[in-house]
Each structure stands twice: as structure tokens, then as C-alpha cells.
């Protein structure tokens, strides 16, 4: 008996529940997302399901489970006329998050290729995952390339290998789950949009819910297979149930009325393109067959829309993913029949729409703007609560209340010189698992990446002398070569803000948030991790440890209130201290330092001198660093740029760090040389 956990042992977790099952029914629904803290069961539930999918039918021998009734005709073991047929379970394939990009797609099989001199392939985890499950765990953390490889897959069906001589292509549709919390990064939108359905799950709060969940699980680790007995027949019925529901799924009708209301509801949240009104509607069918009904009803449009629609709504990475219910509901009323209003057909509410409100009550309070109210300094009249004083910090500093930031923009690249071995990204020039072959060379270490031509090479010359007599190649250890591969890696960009009161102007304060808000969004784009250091008042502190949630900086930024003295050398110092623990924990990421300030820095008799013997530390340990000169006014002591000298860095005012400013400049500067030279 199979002893994982039981599907049906799973306490709660009723939304993340119904997304697998409607996965399981319909595996056209695409798909779900599972996003939630750790130690929320998400991987048990996914894994768990594996148990509850029927079985398919293959054809025997077939490596890539081609479907007897209709077997793939480009199938690398075919052609499949009048094979034998067998039957197995639909498997769940797991995709670590650290998988080689050959064990994805699949590879050349060396072994026969070095043996016998015949070229095999070996197919991958994609090919074992067709008809089946594909489940990706933290799957935010999944490296670009083989997100690259997933969407190719995801968009076509198919798997298309073309690599070391090989040249395959062999179907892979497959029901993509993954799972993930969202502290540790986002996803990229392509990938998202990808998944069908996306499930937000939490622990539950509720202290026996907690005491039963806690109570089954030291059941199954006591014994698995007899608590896996002890559900056996809530497992077989419900995967009855999803065969039931299989079956009449060709049965249920869309009806015009439930098209039209899933449409308007995709334009009324103004999705991006067309996949989502096709998601719902498949979604919003499984769940009228999940219900055992041959008919859409608008219930199934509903929680249709709430499970396929939160994720396609975010307008920029740093949205979270949500539905505004109250808009729901005003547009599934607005497309609703006559006489489904109400029981007198005149709607929920019986007096008629003037435009303004009516209906014969009373409008309902509007509610206080939160933003309106934290600015204010004094209570309304009459009002019971005296007036809010500014915050005070202790040695008598006063502190203003944060303010919003402008909207970001797109900045110029600032990136390491030279070349890393870091993680795979987009900033930094590196040595990659993905990327463009450059070279080769001797294997450093445990060879992994085998440039198969470059070793040919090198042992052809000695095959007389080593006695080769057949088809098989004679190698040696020292033949072997492997590739360099050319690429981007991603960085760890910290940022070291100036909090203090030299910036606490709301005008200007506004100004520098969007442009640490539009390096946040470029950090997003290129795969860094971020961290961040703010000063004022009396010290630094990190606001923001090293992390791939670029979300959470921008919710810290957005919350960071400023005034106070200026410590720009405590700010430096700790930047220096986080710098050297990240180094620690992960050699190989190279750091990029922004510091945002206007180079003033209080405290001390000698304050600047000692902020920029700071910065010589920095420099002094090759941090790569860019100073965001927020400096303004007709008057300007270019402390900033002083401070970018003492880094090593580059200095880089407001005006100049969008991306369109710094094309502009070029375009002036490359006329005035041309006008020049004629």
C-alpha cells in the first residue's frame, strides 16, 4: 500500500484543495499556484494528489507515453502503428530547483556515444512528465534558463531539444503545479501567467485545527502505512469522484449568458490578452462537473474568477496578487438575466438607480483616507481626540511621517566589472551554466558540462597508438574538455538610504523614493537579490536583510520615515559589516553598492573625513559602488561626488539615472561632435 500522506488527511486548506481536484478533473485548466509561508503543507497536498489521478494508457516500450489512440507521429520511439498497449499510473515528476539543464530537456546519451559511436538520445524530466504532473517546489527560485525551457514547453506542448549533435522533438503537455513564499521573490510574469490558478494559503489561527493537524501528523510519522490505511476508502472514493467528474465533463454546457459574464469580468479587471477568459471558462466548467451538473451557473463564474484571476491583475512586480470582491460581485450583477435580480426582479436593492445613490436611504459613510489621515496634525472639530504631534525620536530629533514615492521609471544598467561565477541573472558579465559556449578547457574539478567536439579533438590524434580497433573511442581522463559558457549573473545590491533630516523635504524625499523604487523594480528584472541599510538620528540599522524579495524592500521603502541627524560613516560602516557576513554565506555573489545621499554627513567636528575614510574601507575590499547624488537647490557643495571618489565609484545625480535621460545626453552629445567635425 502506497503510505505518503493521505489527500484526504490534509486539515483545511479548502481553496488549495479544489484547485488540485479541478487540476485532476480538467488538466486543460493549466495549472495551479500554490503561494504561502512555509510549513503550510503545500507540498504535501501536491504530492499527496499523485495518489488520486487515474491511469493512463500507453503504449508499450514507448519512452514518452504516447497515447495508444492517438501516439505522437514526430515520437523519437516511433512510429507507433498497431503497438501493444499498457496501462500505469500518471506519474508526478518533481523539478528540483537546482536541476542541470539537460536533465530538463534531456541529452545526448554519452555513454553509447563514447562506447558504441551511435548517437541516443536520453530523454528528461519533461518527457517523463507528459500526461502526468510536473511539480516545480520554490519555484520563484527556478533559474532563468530553465524558466526559458518550462514556457517553450508550457506554450507548445512540446519539448524541442537541440543540443550536442542531437536534434529531438517529442510532446510534453504536462499539469504544471508549483509552489512558493512570496519573502523569498516573485515570479516572472511570463511563468505566472503560465500557471492557471493561483491559491493563497496561511496556517490556520484557529488552536484545534492546529491540535488536529498536528495530532495526524505524529500518527503518520508513527505509521505511515497504517494511517494511510485508516484513509484508504476516503482516498478511492474521492478518486472515484474525479472519475465521475472526468466523464461528464464533455457533458457540461457553456451557456452565451456565462460566456459573456466570464468575459466581462476578464475586461472589467483589465487582464492582460486572452488566456484568462479561456482559463476561467475551462475553470468554471470543471467546477459545474465537479458539482456533478451538465451547466455553468454564475457561483462557478465566481469562484472561476477568484482562482484564476488574482495573479493577472498585479500592474507592476511589486502588486500583490488580490480581487476586489465588491467589483466581482457589481459585475456578475450587471450581466445577470431579469429575472435573477431578486425575487421581484428589481435587483438586490428595491429602489430604483437615480445615478445618486438612491433607493431611499441613506448614503453609507465614506471612509477616512488613510493617507489624509496620517499627515493631519490636529483632530477634526468636536472630536474627542486631541491633535497627533509629530513624532519625536529620543534627544529631541523630530521625525516626519513617510511619505509616498514617485512613480518608478526605467533606469540606466549599473553593473561589476569584469568576470563572476555568481548565479545566473541579468546584471553582471560571468561564467554561467547557461549562456553562449565561448571555450573550452581542462575540467576544474568534477566535470559537468562536456564539450563533446573539443574532446574528440583532443583524443584523435592518439586512437592508433592507444590500439582502437572498432567503433568505439579509446579516451583518456586527460581528453576530457568542458565548455565555458559566457553569460549574466545576478548581484547583490545594497542599498544604504539617507534617512535623515537633510532629506526629509517632502518634494525631495518623493523624488529619491521613486528612484530607490526604480532601482528595486530593475533589481526585480535582473534576478538580484537586494538588501537595505538605512541612517539618521544616531546610528544605521539594517532595514532590510539580503533577500530575493524585492517586494519586501519596496514595502520597507515605502514605510521609512526620515529626520534626525546625518551619520553617513555609521551608514558605511554597517554596509561594510553586511557586505562581509553575504560574502561569507555566498563567495561567489558579487556585491553592488548604491549609497543614496547627498554626501552630508553630521555627528562629528570631522564627520565627512571620517564617512570617507568609511568609503576607503569599501573601496579598499573592491566593492563596486554608485553614489545617488540627491543633492539639489542653486547651490551645491558636491559632497556626494566627493564621497564617490573616496568608493571608487561612479557619482550619478537623479536627473541622470533614467534610462531615457542618459540616451538623451548621448544623442546631444554625439550632434554636437558631428556638428563639430563639419
Known amino acids: 500500500m502506497d503510505a505518503r500522506y493521505p489527500f484526504t488527511a490534509v486539515v483545511g486548506m479548502d481553496d488549495l484543495r479544489l484547485g488540485l481536484l479541478l487540476n485532476a478533473v480538467s488538466p486543460s485548466v493549466g495549472g495551479v499556484l500554490v503561494r504561502g509561508e512555509k510549513g503550510t503543507a503545500k507540498s504535501t497536498m501536491v504530492r499527496a494528489l499523485a495518489g488520486l489521478l487515474p491511469s493512463i494508457a500507453t503504449v508499450a516500450g514507448c519512452r514518452f507515453a504516447c497515447d495508444p489512440a492517438a501516439p505522437d507521429p514526430q515520437c523519437p520511439d516511433g512510429p507507433h502503428r498497431g503497438a501493444a498497449a499498457s496501462e500505469r499510473p500518471a506519474f508526478l515528476v518533481e523539478l528540483p530547483v537546482g536541476v542541470a539543464e539537460d536533465r530538463v530537456v534531456g541529452s545526448l546519451d554519452l555513454e553509447r556515444a563514447l562506447a558504441e559511436g551511435v548517437k541516443a538520445y536520453e530523454p528528461g524530466l519533461l518527457a517523463k512528465a507528459h500526461r502526468g504532473v510536473l511539480y516545480i517546489d520554490e519555484v520563484n527560485l527556478l533559474q532563468d534558463h530553465l524558466v526559458d525551457l518550462l ?19 517529442h510532446a510534453a503537455r504536462f499539469l504544471l503545479v508549483g509552489t512558493m513564499n512570496p519573502e523569498e521573490g516573485e515570479l516572472r ?20 485545527e492546529r491540535a488536529e493537524v498536528v495530532r495526524r501528523r505524529l500518527a503518520y510519522d508513527a505509521d505511515p502505512a497504517a494511517f494511510a490505511a485508516r484513509w484508504a476508502e476516503q482516498e478511492r472514493a474521492l478518486a472515484e469522484r474525479i472519475g465521475a467528474a472526468r466523464e461528464l465533463l464533455p457533458s457540461v454546457e457553456l451557456s452565451d449568458l456565462a460566456l459573456r459574464q466570464i468575459t466581462a469580468v476578464c475586461a472589467a479587471f483589465e487582464v492582460d490578452g486572452l488566456r484568462a477568459d479561456i482559463v ?110 509629530p513624532q519625536q525620536r529620543p534627544g529631541g530629533s523630530r521625525e516626519s511621517s513617510p511619505v509616498a514615492a514617485d512613480r518608478p521609471y526605467r533606469t540606466r544598467l549599473f553593473k561589476v566589472d569584469g568576470t563572476g561565477r555568481g548565479a545566473q541573472g541579468r546584471r553582471s558579465p560571468a561564467e554561467t551554466d547557461a549562456g553562449h559556449t565561448v571555450r573550452a578547457r581542462r575540467p576544474q574539478g568534477r566535470l559537468t558540462r562536456l564539450h563533446l567536439s573539443a574532446t574528440l579533438r583532443a583524443a584523435a590524434p592518439h586512437q592508433v597508438a592507444r590500439g582502437r580497433n572498432g567503433r568505439a573511442l579509446v579516451l583518456r581522463r586527460d581528453d576530457l574538455r568542458e565548455q565555458v559558457r559566457r553569460g549574466r549573473e545576478s548581484n547583490l545590491v545594497l542599498f544604504v538610504v539617507d534617512a535623515s533630516g537633510s532629506m526629509a523635504a517632502r518634494q525631495r524625499m518623493t523624488a529619491v523614493k521613486g528612484a530607490v523604487l526604480s532601482l528595486l523594480m530593475d533589481a526585480y528584472q535582473r534576478r538580484d537579490k537586494i538588501g537595505m541599510v538605512t541612517f539618521r538620528g544616531s546610528g544605521a540599522e539594517v532595514a532590510l536583510p539580503p533577500t530575493s524579495s524585492v517586494e519586501v524592500g519596496a514595502a520597507r521603502l515605502e514605510q521609512l520615515p526620515t529626520g534626525g541627524r546625518t551619520p553617513l560613516e555609521a551608514g558605511l560602516l554597517r554596509a561594510h559589516e553586511v557586505l562581509r557576513v553575504e560574502r561569507l554565506r555566498d563567495p561567489d555573489r558579487r556585491a553592488l553598492l548604491v549609497v543614496v545621499t547627498d554626501g552630508r554627513a553630521t555627528g562629528s567636528r570631522d564627520a565627512v573625513a571620517r564617512s570617507h575614510r568609511a568609503a576607503g574601507l569599501l573601496a579598499g575590499q573592491g566593492v563596486a559602488s554608485v553614489v545617488l547624488d540627491c543633492e539639489s537647490g542653486p547651490v551645491r557643495l558636491g559632497l556626494a561626488r566627493e564621497l ?14 533614467r534610462a531615457e535621460g542618459v540616451a538623451s545626453l548621448v544623442r546631444e552629445t554625439r550632434t554636437t561632435m558631428m556638428r563639430k567635425a563639419a
Open 151 to 169: 514556457l517553450d514547453a508550457a506554450a507548445m506542448g512540446r519539448s524541442y531539444v537541440e543540443r550536442e549533435g542531437v536534434s529531438v522533438r
Open 644 to 657: 564617490a571618489a573616496h568608493l571608487h565609484g561612479d557619482a550619478v545625480s537623479l536627473d541622470e539615472l
Open 280 to 389: 476561467m471558462a475551462r475553470t468554471a466548467v470543471a467546477l459545474a462537473a465537479w458539482a456533478g451538473r451538465t451547466g455553468v451557473l454564475e457561483e462557478d463564474v465566481r469562484k472561476a474568477a477568484q482562482l484564476a484571476l488574482p495573479h493577472r491583475r498585479r500592474r507592476n512586480p511589486f502588486d500583490a496578487p488580490g480581487l476586489d470582491e465588491e467589483q466581482l460581485d457589481r459585475t456578475l450583477a450587471e450581466h445577470r438575466p431579469p429575472e435573477d435580480d431578486g425575487p421581484d426582479g428589481g435587483g438586490p436593492d428595491d429602489g430604483p438607480d437615480d445615478g445618486g445613490g438612491g433607493g431611499g436611504g441613506a448614503p453609507e459613510p465614506s471612509a477616512p483616507d488613510p493617507a489624509s489621515a496620517a499627515d493631519s496634525s490636529a483632530a477634526p472639530e468636536g472630536s474627542e481626540q486631541p491633535p497627533v504631534p
Open 189 to 208: 510574469p511570463q511563468l505566472l501567467d503560465r500557471f492557471g490558478l493561483t491559491v493563497e494559503i496561511a496556517a490556520t489561527r484557529d488552536a484545534d
